[in-house]
């Protein structure tokens, strides 16, 4: 028995999300108003009245058999009305038809017992209040604000113009009209304010749910940003190598051998490489990266300098820039047929300015394309920013500036890394 006990929390329970388990607290709840307020408006005030006669009894026993069928309905129609209210079903066109219908009979049958002195005056109020909130709960719920208010007003004033004709008592009049004020505000509090938060708590649930998704779209970008970054280069050294050793073996020369070895190293590499990309703990070194630019492009047979040095700069600004060289190194490389390159770092004020600069036939491959739009969105992460594009002489320029912290004085050496291609 514990353990079906336990089996049953679980799935009512343990597996809801917050939301959901605030709904059915709230809906318990609302149940359970709905025969409170019976009880004690209803069926206590007339077990306590004095009755006389079978036939009495058998109205009151009817009225506190209509009220109570109105609770029953109040309650399979709840979850109907609350979804509509929440936007996740359509209201069924007959949902409140017994509700609606109960609430007229037991309208019509209060006054009449008060009128045949089977109830007292007090009792009666009692009992239109009774009434009244099982179908409020609903309706409240159901229409709108303004649309319930106008109604009740309408019903209000019908009702008191009957209590002035059945009594003739201006005061019982009034006194009939702060009761439909009190069920109406009443309704309103108990069920149109809770169903509003909870339309909040649903929305910020959603919301949750859809940052969750965006985090994930995000990684997902970062991981193919990664990916293209680190396997863009390496793949093009490795087709170049490749195509080398295949001349190379075609014309019988021992060369051919180094440089499949060479092909091996940077598959291996790449490898490593991927793992830690998928890890997320790959940081680009800015010297690492200047120094593999410079080879890489002397090994395709493209004249090569690159000045300027790393040291002194945070890890943050290297690790972006270092993104930069790789990238751009690629470009040199997959596109346009270059016969020298000039890679620059140098300080200007209060920022670092990375600068690539190669000749041969620039096209639009090196301007656009997934690579620069991921180096712009890590540019952006440090507040820099990337401009790509054709310069004078034939030229094709990539120039990155990123501003450096307060903190980050170490000047950047203008002259670290010089390298010609011989």
Known sequence: MITRMRAWQRRTWHDRSQAARVELQSVIVWHASVWFFCLCWMVMPLVSAPHHAPLTLALQVLLVLVNAAQCAAADRALRPVLDHYLGRAVLPPRAL????????????????????????????????????LPFGMLYGIAVSVRQFLRRAAVLGAVLMAASALIREDAADAVATAAIIAFGAGFSLLATRCGAWNLAVLWEAERSRGIEARL???????????????????????????????????????????????????????????????????????????????????????????????????????????????????????????????????RTTGEQVVLRVENDGAPDDGQGRGSGLMGLRERLSEVGGTLRAGPAEQGLFRLTAEVPLPRSADSPVVAEGMDGVAS
Not at 105 to 119: E, F
Not at 250 to 260: C, I, T
Request: aromatic share 2%; charged share 20%; hydrophobic share 50%.
């Open 97 to 132: 038809w017994t509700p609606a219908g109960l609430f007229v009979l037991g309208l019509a049958l209060a006054p009449v017992l008060v009128a045949v002195h089977v109830i007292t005056p007090s009792t009666g109020k009692l009992a239109l209040s009774a009434v009244l």
């Open 215 to 345: 985090a994930v779209a995000e990684e997902r970008l970062r991981f193919a940003r990664d990916l293209h970054d680190v396997m863009g280069r390496n793949l093009a050294v490795i087709a170049l190598k490749s195509e080398l050793a295949v001349q190379l073996a075609r014309r019988g020369r021992p060369e051919a051998l180094e440089q499949m070895i060479e092909v091996q190293r940077i598959a291996q590499e790449s490898q490593r490489e991927v793992r830690e990309v998928v890890r997320g703990y790959r940081e680009a070194d800015l010297e690492a990266e200047l120094a593999g630019a410079r080879g890489v492009l002397r090994a395709a047979g493209i004249d090569c300098t690159v000045s300027g040095s790393a040291a002194g700069l945070p890890a943050a600004v290297q690790s972006a820039l270092a993104w930069v060289v790789r990238e751009a190194a690629t470009n040199v490389l997959r596109h346009g047929d270059a016969g020298r390159c000039a890679v620059s770092l």
